[in-house]
């Protein structure tokens, strides 16, 4: 049924029509209302046969999914970056265990400096934790991307992360097709797990792996994932057979056939992008977009196909390691790895803690690469006059106190002078 | 596209406000897409909410940085923050005050088309029909009143949709009437 209804929401319906059997989570911005939105559907009833466990931190919320999971159910949870954090190493277990829990990331920085706002640290600190990596460009898509988690998850009993940005999209109110219970059910079967704890069929798992066979039981998760390449694609179709819509896959192209510049993004930036190249493909500049829907696995080759022929690519990511640059780049490049003749990969921090990603400045960057593409990491909007000051100031002074509370007084002093 | 900025203090129903106007605009067959400022809301801070409205798929994810509308749910704003930043010319602005606009002494006025700014006691009118000064439902009726981007009955049937109790859906449904018509009798009367 169309609905106008918070982000939030929509996808704690979307989760419940999936018959998720234990819910736990523990509350953190900007996921809360996601768990709350299932923990009141669990208590009045519209979502049955389900327990919804109230945890005392984010490690026991993945640990109690872990423990329901190897029991044989259906199991959900949500969080957000330092909540992510805190359960890194239940994060690891699941995956390496092979545990198919869903989990939905409400994309959000990581501290310090402490910012509830969003970007992609979270999702990029346990990329490679062997859990798969689903982002969402529209409420829609993240409604949808749960159904098709979990029958991913199941099937291949691997763990599923979908990643939505952080009040941009679970606190925006927009159209959202929630679907009906049937279809959903035609679509994702009941869960038949391969590995159950069963006091009358006793198992163990979670044995200690030495040298002798820890590389292959590595070698095997990341196989799956390469199955996943295959799968997402597959789950895409056929949802949009059933539901009529184009949701998920691995990525997704906009004007990219004649495209001399090719953009890549992941998550909800993609709307904004998508403004600005009608903007300037109107001005006679041909700039396409591949959107990636998977970032875990990554679609290597199918990026590989879509960027071969331009130029130049701008990878806009809201990421950032530091010491290195912008991750999603760094795996861009790799598309692109001993491909002779490979376009240049230009890369662009954007919207670290929140900080809007507009069209304008969007065109700004955008056209620079036509003209003057540059080589490492450009972080866009970057406010190079207070960091020169910082910088500055570091060098004459030893004891130069907290990063963030100087830069702070600078923006407080800049704008106090400003309305003066 | 039509872009509308609310700006209140936390506890006014700011964010509130925004999505009922979006259901409005939805109810109407249009695509809309509220969002708030996204920060850590407390009361009485400044708190800033936004709705675009059109009648194709929103795909644009900024902050609305040129309004074509503005609804100001505390005239005290207007020396906190920059209220009108951004805000195109010949576009609406709407003020919660039971002061007229000359009264205000806003710089902004003299720049826009005549019927496009007014002044409605909103927070009165709250107290009236809703017993608190919650002014959100009478600045939508207000809004519908002056900018006819969206109906009163969408602004009715989108403040039902969002008050599960009756009650408390048709004081504000009253104070959104109240307002509405208080404009549309002044505008008719222009």
Known sequence: MRKQIEGSRAMAEAVGLCRPEVICAYPITPQTHIVEGLGEMVRTGEIKNCEFINVESEFAALSVAIGASAAGARAYTATASQGLLFMAEAVYNASGLGLPIVMTLGNRAIGAPINIWNDHSDAMAVCDSGWMQLFAETNQEAADLHIQAFRLAEELSMPVMVCVDGFILTHAVERVDVPEQADVDAYLPPYEPVQVLDPNDPISIGAMVGPDAFTEVRYLQHYKQTLALRLIPEYAAEFKKKFGRDSGGLLRTYHTEDAELIVVAMGSVNGTIKDTIDEMRADGLKVGLVTLVSFRPFPTTALREKLVRTRNVVVIEKSLAVGMGGPLANNVDLALRNVAGAPQVHSVIAGLGGRPITRASLHRVLRRAFVQPWEGSHFLDLNEEIVAKELHYVRKVRRSGPTAENILRRLGQAAEKAAV | ?190
Request: overall charge neutral.
């Open chain 2, 1 to 190: 596209m039509f872009q509308v900025r609310i700006h209140g203090r936390g506890g006014q129903g700011v964010v509130t406000a925004a999505e009922v106007l979006s259901v409005a605009a939805y109810l109407e067959g249009k695509h809309a897409q509220a969002f708030p400022s996204f920060g850590s809301e407390r009361k009485g801070a400044p708190v800033v909410a936004f709705c675009r409205i059109d009648d194709k798929e929103i795909r644009l994810r900024e902050p609305i940085l040129e309004p074509d509308a503005l609804i100001v749910q505390d005239p005290t704003l207007f020396k906190a923050i920059d209220v009108c930043q951004g805000f195109k010319p010949g576009g609406y602005l709407l003020v919660n005050s039971n002061r007229s606009l000359s009264e205000l002494h806003l710089d902004v006025v003299k720049q826009m088309p005549a019927g496009h700014v007014l002044t409605v006691p909103a927070s009165e009118l709250a107290l009236k029909h809703i017993g608190r000064p919650l002014p959100n439902a009478a600045l939508l009726g207000a809004f519908a009143a002056l900018t006819g981007i969206v109906h009163l009955k969408s602004v009715v049937a989108a403040i039902r949709d969002a008050f599960e109790s009756e009650k408390i859906a048709n004081a504000n449904v009253a104070a959104a009437t109240a307002a509405h018509d208080a404009i549309a009798s002044v505008t008719a009367a222009a």
